[in-house]
C-alpha cells in the first residue's frame, strides 16, 4: 500500500512530536532529557506527515564512518525508526528510508547499518543481517590470575588520556570490517571520561590497553555487575593485565557483563567456556551507494579478479544495472558495463558478501543470486574478501 506521506527533514518545531513519538514506539523509562530532542550535529532526522500534517513516523541518519580494511567508508547509520500505530503497516517506514537514502547518497554516504527490532520491514528496504553484537556474562570469579607483568604500568584515566584511548580504540579497529571509526561530530564529546572508570595500561609511557567499566548501583550482592564497555589491548601481555584488574573486581561485583570482538587480545584471555549469553543483537547492512562502497574501502593486497554481475535495488535505485568489479593492487572499482551479466544479485546478497558473512553459493540457495546455467556464481565470492565484519557499538 503506498503511504500518503510528505516525508521531510525535521525542524527544531517538530522535535517534541518526534521525542513523543519515539517514547511511545521504545516505551522510554525515564523519560529522555530535554535534550536529547534538541538538533545534535552529526545527523540527520527525517519525519512522515499525514495528509493533516501530524508526524506519523521519524527515523535518524547518524552521520558516521566505518573501519574497512584500513580505509574509512563514509557511513549512514540508521537509528531511531518509529511509527505511530495507527499507521503501521502502510508503507511508512519505506517511504521514511526511501528518502533518508536518498539524503545519505547526497551527503556523500557509501554504506548503512542498524540495529533491528525487527527484520522484516528492513530486508524489503534492502538491509540484511550481517552479524550479531554480543553481550555476555562470566563469573568474576572464573576469569583467570596473572603475574603483575614488571614492565607495565596500571593507572586510572584522566580526561587528557582520552586522545590517546581514541587513538588505541582505532589501532585495534581500523584493520578489520565494518567497527565504527568514533570520528566526526557525534563523538566530539568522547573526550570526557565515558563511564565510572578507565583504567590504563602502559609500557614505557605508551598506552597498551585500556578498559572502561561502570561499576552500576546494585551494592556489592549476588546480583551485583561490572559492566566493561570497552576492554581493548594492543599486546598479549597488556590484554593479561585488563582481565587481572576485572578479575580484581570477584569480591564485590560477581558479574562480568561485556561486548566480545572475536578473535581481539583480551578476548584470547578469557575462559570463553564459562560465558552466558546475555543479550545477542543482530545489525543489518546494505550499500548506499555500490560505487562508493567499493572505492572507498580497504581491500587485501592479496585479493585481484574482475566479475561483472546485475545489481537488483528497489529502493536505490542508482545502484540497479550491469556492473564489473575490478579488484587489484588493494583497491578496487565498480564500473557500469553495457554487457549482459550472468550473475544477477540483489542488494541483500550484495550486502552480504560485501560483509563477507557469506558466499556466493549460499545466496544461490538462499534465493539472493541467480545465474545462467553455465555461470559459476563463486566468482562473486571476489565482493568478499576480507573477512566477516564486526560491529562492536550500539546506536
Not at 584500513?70 to 517506514?93: F, I, K, L, N, Y
Not at 588520556?161 to 584493520?175: F, I, Q, T, W
Not at 566526526?184 to 568522547?190: A, H, T
Not at 561499576?215 to 581493548?232: I, M
Request: charged share 25%; proline share 7%; with cysteine.
Amino acid at each position: 500500500m503506498h503511504p500518503t506521506v510528505a516525508v521531510r527533514e525535521l525542524t527544531s518545531d517538530d522535535i517534541p512530536a518526534a521525542a513523543a513519538l519515539g517514547g511511545h514506539a521504545f516505551g522510554y523509562d525515564p523519560p529522555p532529557p530535554p535534550e536529547a530532542g534538541r538538533a545534535t550535529p552529526g545527523m540527520t532526522r527525517y519525519g512522515a506527515f499525514d495528509a493533516a500534517g501530524r508526524l506519523c513516523g521519524k527515523a535518524v541518519d547518524l552521520h558516521h564512518e566505518q573501519w574497512w580494511s584500513g580505509q574509512a567508508v563514509t557511513a549512514a547509520d540508521v537509528a531511531g525508526v518509529a511509527v505511530a500505530p495507527e499507521a503501521r503497516g502502510r508503507g511508512v517506514a519505506r517511504a521514511l528510508l526511501a528518502v533518508l537514502l536518498r539524503g545519505a547518497r547526497e551527503r556523500g554516504a557509501a554504506v548503512s547499518a542498524l540495529f533491528p527490532t525487527v527484520s522484516g520491514p528492513y530486508r524489503a528496504c534492502g538491509w540484511e543481517v550481517a552479524g550479531t553484537l554480543r553481550t555476555v556474562d562470566l563469573a568474576t570469579a572464573d576469569l583467570p590470575r596473572h603475574r603483575p607483568a614488571p614492565h607495565l604500568t596500571l593507572r586510572a584515566a584522566a580526561a587528557e588520556d582520552m586522545p590517546a584511548v581514541v587513538d588505541l580504540y582505532e589501532r585495534v579497529a581500523r584493520h578489520r570490517q565494518g567497527m565504527l571509526t568514533r570520528r566526526g561530530e557525534l563523538f566530539d564529546d568522547f573526550d570526557d571520561l565515558p563511564s565510572d572508570g578507565v583504567t590504563l595500561v602502559e609500557h614505557d609511557g605508551n598506552l597498551v590497553g585500556y578498559a572502561s567499566w561502570d561499576r552500576g548501583r546494585r551494592g556489592y550482592g549476588p546480583d551485583s555487575v561490572l559492566t566493561v564497555f570497552d576492554a581493548l589491548a594492543t599486546t598479549p601481555e597488556a590484554a593479561r593485565e585488563i582481565v587481572g584488574v576485572l578479575a580484581s573486581w570477584r569480591s564485590v561485583a560477581p558479574t562480568l557483563r561485556l561486548r566480545l570482538l572475536d578473535g581481539d587480545a583480551v578476548t584470547a584471555q578469557l575462559p570463553l567456556e564459562a560465558l552466558r549469553e546475555h543479550r545477542q543483537q543482530p545489525w543489518m547492512h546494505r550499500p548506499v551507494d555500490v560505487i562508493r562502497a567499493v572505492r572507498q574501502r580497504g581491500w587485501p593486497s592479496y585479493a585481484r579478479g574482475s566479475v561483472e554481475f546485475t545489481l537488483h535495488d528497489h529502493l536505490a535505485d542508482w545502484n540497479t544495472g550491469a556492473w564489473q568489479l575490478d579488484v587489484a593492487d588493494g583497491a578496487a572499482e565498480l564500473r557500469r558495463t553495457t554487457g549482459e551479466p550472468a550473475l544477477h544479485l540483489s542488494v541483500r546478497g550484495f550486502a552480504q558478501l560485501y560483509a563477507g558473512t557469506t558466499t556466493a553459493e549460499s545466496l544461490v540457495q538462499a534465493g539472493q543470486l541467480r545465474h545462467d546455467t553455465d555461470a559459476d556464481p563463486r566468482a562473486l565470492d571476489l565482493l568478499a574478501v576480507g573477512g566477516p565484519a564486526r560491529l562492536h557499538d550500539y546506536f
